[in-house]
Protein backbone atom coordinates (compact mmCIF):
# COMPACT_ATOMS: atom_id res chain seq x y z
CA UNK A 1 0.00 0.00 0.00
CA UNK A 2 1.54 3.31 -0.97
CA UNK A 3 2.01 6.60 1.82
CA UNK A 4 -1.04 8.29 -0.58
CA UNK A 5 -3.32 4.77 -0.04
CA UNK A 6 -2.59 5.31 3.73
CA UNK A 7 -4.10 9.15 3.47
CA UNK A 8 -0.84 11.11 3.08
CA UNK A 9 -1.27 14.08 0.60
CA UNK A 10 0.36 14.26 -2.44
CA UNK A 11 2.11 16.55 -3.51
CA UNK A 12 0.35 17.91 -5.82
CA UNK A 13 -2.43 18.32 -2.88
CA UNK A 14 0.20 20.44 -1.21
CA UNK A 15 1.30 23.05 -4.04
CA UNK A 16 -2.21 25.12 -3.01
CA UNK A 17 -1.41 25.11 0.17
CA UNK A 18 2.23 26.31 -0.09
CA UNK A 19 1.08 29.09 -2.84
CA UNK A 20 -1.34 29.88 0.35
CA UNK A 21 1.59 30.19 2.70
CA UNK A 22 3.18 32.44 0.55
CA UNK A 23 0.02 34.50 0.51
CA UNK A 24 -1.01 34.61 3.89
CA UNK A 25 2.87 35.54 5.14
CA UNK A 26 2.83 38.84 3.34
CA UNK A 27 3.67 38.17 -0.47
CA UNK A 28 7.07 36.47 -0.08
CA UNK A 29 8.51 33.69 2.44
CA UNK A 30 11.83 31.76 2.95
CA UNK A 31 11.61 28.10 2.12
CA UNK A 32 11.56 26.80 6.05
CA UNK A 33 8.50 29.41 6.73
CA UNK A 34 6.46 27.94 3.86
CA UNK A 35 6.93 24.53 5.73
CA UNK A 36 6.47 25.40 8.97
CA UNK A 37 2.87 27.08 7.38
CA UNK A 38 1.87 23.80 6.29
CA UNK A 39 2.70 21.86 8.68
CA UNK A 40 0.64 24.13 11.69
CA UNK A 41 -2.59 24.52 9.20
CA UNK A 42 -2.67 21.56 7.36
CA UNK A 43 -5.53 19.03 8.59
CA UNK A 44 -4.78 16.61 10.48
CA UNK A 45 -1.39 17.22 10.55
CA UNK A 46 -0.32 15.94 14.21
CA UNK A 47 -1.06 12.05 12.59
CA UNK A 48 0.39 12.85 9.52
CA UNK A 49 3.68 13.66 11.02
CA UNK A 50 4.24 10.52 12.73
CA UNK A 51 3.89 8.47 9.30
CA UNK A 52 7.46 7.44 8.51
CA UNK A 53 9.11 5.85 5.21
CA UNK A 54 9.24 2.38 5.53
CA UNK A 55 12.98 2.40 4.44
CA UNK A 56 13.53 5.17 6.36
CA UNK A 57 11.86 5.17 9.93
CA UNK A 58 13.41 8.27 11.48
CA UNK A 59 12.55 10.65 8.49
CA UNK A 60 8.56 12.21 8.86
CA UNK A 61 7.37 11.67 5.37
CA UNK A 62 4.95 14.90 5.33
CA UNK A 63 7.61 17.82 5.64
CA UNK A 64 9.30 16.07 2.81
CA UNK A 65 5.96 15.81 0.64
CA UNK A 66 5.16 19.42 1.77
CA UNK A 67 8.76 20.44 0.36
CA UNK A 68 8.25 18.34 -2.80
CA UNK A 69 4.90 20.43 -2.96
CA UNK A 70 6.12 23.94 -2.48
CA UNK A 71 9.28 23.13 -5.23
CA UNK A 72 6.28 21.81 -7.61
CA UNK A 73 4.76 25.31 -7.12
CA UNK A 74 7.53 26.26 -8.64
CA UNK A 75 8.22 24.23 -10.98
CA UNK A 76 5.35 25.15 -12.56
CA UNK A 77 5.77 28.46 -12.61
CA UNK A 78 3.43 29.31 -9.37
CA UNK A 79 5.78 30.66 -7.22
CA UNK A 80 8.98 32.13 -8.44
CA UNK A 81 12.51 32.50 -6.73
CA UNK A 82 14.26 35.97 -6.71
CA UNK A 83 16.82 34.97 -4.51
CA UNK A 84 17.80 31.68 -2.73
CA UNK A 85 14.96 30.13 -0.57
CA UNK A 86 12.86 33.27 -0.45
CA UNK A 87 9.70 32.53 -2.84
CA UNK A 88 7.12 34.67 -3.70
CA UNK A 89 3.36 34.38 -5.74
CA UNK A 90 3.12 34.75 -9.26
CA UNK A 91 0.04 36.20 -11.62
CA UNK A 92 -0.56 32.00 -11.96
CA UNK A 93 -0.21 31.75 -8.33
CA UNK A 94 -2.74 34.41 -7.66
CA UNK A 95 -4.95 32.86 -10.25
CA UNK A 96 -4.91 29.62 -8.37
CA UNK A 97 -5.88 30.56 -4.91
CA UNK A 98 -9.02 32.81 -6.88
CA UNK A 99 -10.21 29.35 -8.26
CA UNK A 100 -12.74 26.93 -6.51
CA UNK A 101 -10.49 24.51 -4.79
CA UNK A 102 -11.25 21.48 -6.61
CA UNK A 103 -10.56 23.31 -10.00
CA UNK A 104 -7.39 25.00 -9.02
CA UNK A 105 -6.24 21.79 -8.07
CA UNK A 106 -7.38 19.95 -11.40
CA UNK A 107 -5.41 23.06 -12.67
CA UNK A 108 -1.95 22.10 -10.50
CA UNK A 109 -2.04 18.69 -11.48
CA UNK A 110 -2.12 19.39 -15.47
CA UNK A 111 0.31 21.35 -15.06
CA UNK A 112 2.68 19.41 -13.02
CA UNK A 113 1.72 16.36 -15.46
CA UNK A 114 2.59 18.98 -19.14
CA UNK A 115 5.72 19.63 -16.53
CA UNK A 116 6.83 15.26 -16.33
CA UNK A 117 5.52 14.94 -19.81
CA UNK A 118 8.38 17.87 -21.18
CA UNK A 119 10.96 16.48 -19.19
CA UNK A 120 10.66 12.93 -20.55
CA UNK A 121 10.46 14.56 -24.24
CA UNK A 122 13.41 15.68 -23.20
CA UNK A 123 15.26 12.77 -22.49
CA UNK A 124 13.19 10.62 -25.39
CA UNK A 125 11.14 8.92 -22.93
CA UNK A 126 7.55 7.90 -23.14
CA UNK A 127 5.94 11.03 -22.85
CA UNK A 128 2.78 9.56 -20.90
CA UNK A 129 2.43 10.26 -17.43
CA UNK A 130 -0.54 8.43 -16.26
CA UNK A 131 -0.68 8.09 -12.30
CA UNK A 132 2.43 10.14 -11.70
CA UNK A 133 0.38 12.04 -8.75
CA UNK A 134 0.45 8.62 -6.69
CA UNK A 135 4.63 8.36 -6.84
CA UNK A 136 5.99 8.31 -3.13
CA UNK A 137 8.94 10.24 -3.44
CA UNK A 138 10.01 13.04 -5.97
CA UNK A 139 11.84 12.30 -9.21
CA UNK A 140 15.50 13.68 -9.07
CA UNK A 141 14.50 16.36 -11.13
CA UNK A 142 12.61 17.96 -8.35
CA UNK A 143 14.54 16.90 -5.48
CA UNK A 144 17.59 18.61 -6.94
CA UNK A 145 15.54 21.55 -7.45
CA UNK A 146 14.39 21.39 -3.42
CA UNK A 147 17.45 20.96 -1.98
CA UNK A 148 19.04 23.66 -4.55
CA UNK A 149 15.84 26.23 -3.35
CA UNK A 150 15.91 25.45 0.34
CA UNK A 151 17.98 27.55 2.25
CA UNK A 152 17.77 24.49 5.27
CA UNK A 153 18.56 21.57 3.60
CA UNK A 154 20.67 22.14 1.78
CA UNK A 155 22.95 20.81 4.34
CA UNK A 156 23.31 17.38 5.12
CA UNK A 157 25.82 17.76 8.35
CA UNK A 158 22.92 19.78 9.82
CA UNK A 159 20.43 16.90 9.94
CA UNK A 160 22.89 14.72 11.26
CA UNK A 161 23.48 17.02 13.39
CA UNK A 162 20.07 17.49 15.08
CA UNK A 163 18.98 13.63 14.88
CA UNK A 164 22.10 12.86 16.97
CA UNK A 165 21.29 15.70 19.72
CA UNK A 166 17.60 14.35 19.49
CA UNK A 167 19.03 10.77 20.67
CA UNK A 168 20.40 12.51 23.40
CA UNK A 169 18.33 11.77 26.79
CA UNK A 170 16.18 15.23 27.83
CA UNK A 171 18.65 16.49 30.51
CA UNK A 172 21.37 15.41 28.42
CA UNK A 173 19.97 17.71 25.61
CA UNK A 174 19.11 20.84 28.29
CA UNK A 175 23.09 20.43 29.76
CA UNK A 176 24.45 20.78 26.07
CA UNK A 177 22.32 23.63 25.38
CA UNK A 178 23.69 25.44 28.53
CA UNK A 179 27.07 24.44 27.67
CA UNK A 180 26.43 25.95 24.30
CA UNK A 181 25.23 28.91 26.13
CA UNK A 182 27.91 29.44 28.28
CA UNK A 183 30.47 29.33 25.57
CA UNK A 184 28.42 32.22 24.09
CA UNK A 185 29.49 34.15 27.35
CA UNK A 186 26.11 33.46 29.72
CA UNK A 187 26.97 32.57 33.05
CA UNK A 188 23.67 30.15 33.81
CA UNK A 189 22.62 27.48 36.57
CA UNK A 190 20.77 24.18 35.18
CA UNK A 191 17.91 23.23 37.24
CA UNK A 192 15.91 20.86 35.14
CA UNK A 193 14.31 18.05 36.57
CA UNK A 194 10.66 16.99 37.65
CA UNK A 195 11.04 20.66 40.15
CA UNK A 196 12.20 23.28 37.57
CA UNK A 197 8.68 24.73 37.25
CA UNK A 198 9.19 25.29 33.38
CA UNK A 199 12.72 27.02 33.34
CA UNK A 200 15.79 24.55 33.12
CA UNK A 201 18.42 27.19 33.50
CA UNK A 202 18.39 30.44 35.12
CA UNK A 203 21.44 33.11 35.44
CA UNK A 204 22.81 36.30 33.83
CA UNK A 205 23.59 37.35 30.16
CA UNK A 206 26.27 39.99 29.56
CA UNK A 207 25.24 43.29 27.76
CA UNK A 208 28.28 45.04 27.74
CA UNK A 209 31.90 45.25 30.64
CA UNK A 210 29.27 46.96 33.13
CA UNK A 211 26.02 45.76 32.06
CA UNK A 212 24.36 42.49 32.65
CA UNK A 213 20.30 40.68 32.40
CA UNK A 214 18.53 38.22 34.55
CA UNK A 215 17.93 35.48 32.09
CA UNK A 216 15.80 32.23 31.57
CA UNK A 217 16.36 29.30 29.65
CA UNK A 218 14.07 26.92 28.30
CA UNK A 219 14.91 23.79 26.34
CA UNK A 220 12.53 21.58 24.67
CA UNK A 221 14.07 18.35 22.81
CA UNK A 222 11.13 17.93 20.52
CA UNK A 223 11.85 15.42 16.91
CA UNK A 224 13.39 17.81 14.66
CA UNK A 225 10.82 16.79 12.03
CA UNK A 226 7.84 17.21 14.09
CA UNK A 227 5.31 19.59 14.98
CA UNK A 228 6.45 23.53 15.49
CA UNK A 229 5.83 24.86 18.84
CA UNK A 230 2.93 26.81 19.01
CA UNK A 231 2.23 30.37 21.03
CA UNK A 232 0.96 28.67 23.89
CA UNK A 233 4.47 27.28 24.58
CA UNK A 234 5.97 30.48 24.37
CA UNK A 235 3.06 32.63 26.55
CA UNK A 236 3.45 29.76 29.43
CA UNK A 237 7.47 30.19 29.46
CA UNK A 238 7.29 33.88 29.27
CA UNK A 239 5.03 34.21 32.63
CA UNK A 240 7.57 30.96 34.39
CA UNK A 241 10.44 33.33 33.20
CA UNK A 242 8.70 36.31 35.05
CA UNK A 243 8.59 34.78 38.09
CA UNK A 244 11.95 34.07 38.17
CA UNK A 245 12.70 37.56 37.72
CA UNK A 246 14.14 37.17 34.41
CA UNK A 247 14.53 40.34 32.34
CA UNK A 248 14.93 38.17 29.05
CA UNK A 249 14.66 34.90 28.06
CA UNK A 250 15.95 31.93 25.65
CA UNK A 251 13.26 29.35 24.35
CA UNK A 252 16.02 26.16 22.52
CA UNK A 253 14.11 23.63 20.59
CA UNK A 254 15.43 21.24 18.15
CA UNK A 255 11.92 21.76 16.60
CA UNK A 256 10.71 25.14 14.91
CA UNK A 257 8.06 27.58 16.13
CA UNK A 258 4.73 28.91 14.49
CA UNK A 259 4.48 32.78 13.36
CA UNK A 260 2.06 33.10 16.24
CA UNK A 261 5.06 32.29 18.82
CA UNK A 262 7.46 34.73 17.01
CA UNK A 263 5.11 37.31 17.37
CA UNK A 264 4.15 35.95 21.02
CA UNK A 265 7.90 36.52 21.30
CA UNK A 266 8.67 40.27 21.42
CA UNK A 267 5.15 41.29 22.06
CA UNK A 268 5.16 40.60 25.63
CA UNK A 269 7.44 41.22 28.58
CA UNK A 270 10.43 39.53 29.06
CA UNK A 271 10.48 38.86 25.25
CA UNK A 272 11.96 35.13 23.89
CA UNK A 273 15.13 34.52 21.77
CA UNK A 274 13.76 31.88 20.00
CA UNK A 275 16.32 29.37 19.13
CA UNK A 276 14.81 26.85 16.60
CA UNK A 277 17.07 23.31 15.18
CA UNK A 278 18.37 25.52 12.09
CA UNK A 279 19.36 28.29 14.38
CA UNK A 280 20.86 26.29 16.86
CA UNK A 281 23.04 24.48 14.19
CA UNK A 282 24.43 27.40 13.03
CA UNK A 283 25.40 28.54 16.53
CA UNK A 284 27.40 25.41 16.99
CA UNK A 285 28.65 25.60 13.85
CA UNK A 286 29.78 29.23 14.41
CA UNK A 287 31.33 28.07 17.75
CA UNK A 288 33.71 26.24 16.15
CA UNK A 289 34.24 23.75 19.24
CA UNK A 290 31.36 21.90 19.82
CA UNK A 291 30.86 18.77 18.34
CA UNK A 292 31.32 20.29 14.78
CA UNK A 293 33.80 21.28 12.25
CA UNK A 294 33.49 22.00 8.58
CA UNK A 295 36.34 21.62 5.95
CA UNK A 296 36.77 25.06 4.44
CA UNK A 297 36.52 24.70 0.74
CA UNK A 298 38.68 27.07 -1.92
CA UNK A 299 36.59 28.74 -4.93
CA UNK A 300 39.34 28.79 -7.36
CA UNK A 301 37.42 30.41 -9.80
CA UNK A 302 36.74 33.47 -7.61
CA UNK A 303 39.77 34.53 -7.39
CA UNK A 304 40.28 35.05 -11.65
CA UNK A 305 38.68 38.07 -11.29
CA UNK A 306 42.30 39.89 -10.47
CA UNK A 307 44.30 38.17 -13.14
Do not use: C
Not at 13 to 20: D, F, N, S
Request: glycine share 8%; proline share 6%.
Amino acid sequence: MSLTDQGMPTHQHLVLPAIRAVAELGGSAKAKEIIDHIVENYPNADNLLQVTYPNRPDVAVFPERASWGRSTAKLIGALEQPSRGMYLTTDLGEELLSLPEVEAFEKIRELDREYYREQRRKKLEDPFTAGIEDRDEPSAEVLAVSEADDDSSASGWKIQLLERLHRLSPEGFEKFVLYLLRRYGLQLTHIGGSRDEGIDGIGTAPLSPVLSSRVAVQVKRYDPNGKPIGRDTVALFQRDAQTKGAERAILVTLSRFTEPARKAATTTIPTVDLIDGDRLADLIREDGESGVSLQPTVNEGWFDKFD
